[in-house]
């Protein structure tokens, strides 16, 4: 079984000149936990080849043990370095697909008609889809055959308009998710403490933060399995 990663190939927020890129343990946990499962990993992202990671280059919050792991896995950065790009994507040989997160996602997976594509394909066909923090801004373009969002009467998470407030980046950001989710007309919903917060509306999986990667890995992992 094959599933595909969809990454932000965005490595900096907007003017501000700060970085950003793929949030290291939202892509590390899913990628070793559905390899370790015999699960094919493939990476794509908007633009194909590399892909940025996200820095912490603040003490108080270094990597996760499962983010340094991959950082310093010769075999994962190369894959990192050559991504697909997504118009080589056929959403019919996959059987599940995960979006980690990363704030480069607002900008170029939210109104991205490839990356919305492949959602209503995936959803259509009932196949997973695991989306994590920012990775649900994929789901903003989507729509069904009439141009309804197919987020529409859905329950999902994803990053909180109070957690973005907590970043100080939101008045850099081309939308809010919990905002622009809602406007959508999904049933949003989010732990208000910024908690490891996750909900499952079969096919969606989304994880509210990066605390919440490991309950929706194990969310697909049982639905694939």
């Known amino acids: 079984m094959r599933v595909?990663?969809?990454?932000?190939?965005?490595?900096?927020?907007?003017?501000?000149?700060?970085?950003?890129g793929v949030a290291a343990e939202t892509l590390a946990v899913?990628?070793?936990?559905?390899?370790?499962?015999?699960?094919?990993?493939?990476?794509?992202?908007?633009?194909?080849?590399?892909?940025?990671?996200?820095?912490?280059?603040?003490?108080?919050?270094?990597?996760s043990p499962m983010a340094h792991r991959f950082k310093a896995d010769p075999?994962?950065?190369?894959?990192?370095?050559d991504t697909l790009r997504l118009d080589q994507i056929c959403s019919e040989d996959f059987d599940a697909g995960v979006f980690p997160g990363g704030h480069g996602a607002l900008w170029d997976?939210?109104?991205?008609?490839?990356?919305?594509?492949?959602?209503?394909?995936?959803?259509?066909a009932g196949k997973p889809l695991a989306l994590l923090s920012h990775g649900p801004a994929a789901l903003c373009g989507a729509r069904?055959?009439?141009?309804?969002p197919?987020?529409?009467?859905?329950?999902?998470?994803?990053?909180?308009?109070?957690?973005?407030?907590?970043?100080?980046?939101?008045?850099?950001?081309?939308?809010?998710l919990e905002t622009e989710l809602k406007w959508l007309g999904a049933l949003y919903a989010c732990d208000?403490?910024?908690?490891?917060?996750m909900v499952h509306d079969s096919p969606l999986i989304t994880g509210q933060n990066p605390a919440a990667t490991s309950h929706v890995v194990a969310a697909l992992l049982a639905a694939l399995n």
Do not use: H, K, W
Not at 30 to 59: I, K, M, Q, T
Not at 109 to 117: I, R, T
């Open 4 to 20: 595909l990663f969809v990454l932000t190939s965005i490595g900096q927020l907007g003017e501000t000149g700060l970085s950003t």
């Open 30 to 63: 899913p990628y070793y936990a559905l390899r370790a499962g015999g699960f094919e990993v493939v990476l794509a992202s908007p633009a194909g080849g590399a892909v940025p990671l996200e820095r912490r280059d603040d003490a108080a919050s270094p990597d």
């Open 75 to 81: 075999q994962a950065r190369m894959e990192l370095s």
């Open 109 to 124: 997976l939210a109104g991205n008609p490839l990356c919305a594509g492949f959602v209503a394909a995936m959803m259509g």
């Open 144 to 148: 069904d055959g009439a141009g309804r």
């Open 150 to 176: 197919l987020v529409a009467g859905r329950r999902v998470t994803a990053f909180s308009n109070a957690e973005e407030a907590t970043t100080g980046l939101a008045g850099t950001l081309p939308l809010l």
């Open 192 to 197: 208000p403490d910024g908690g490891a917060f």
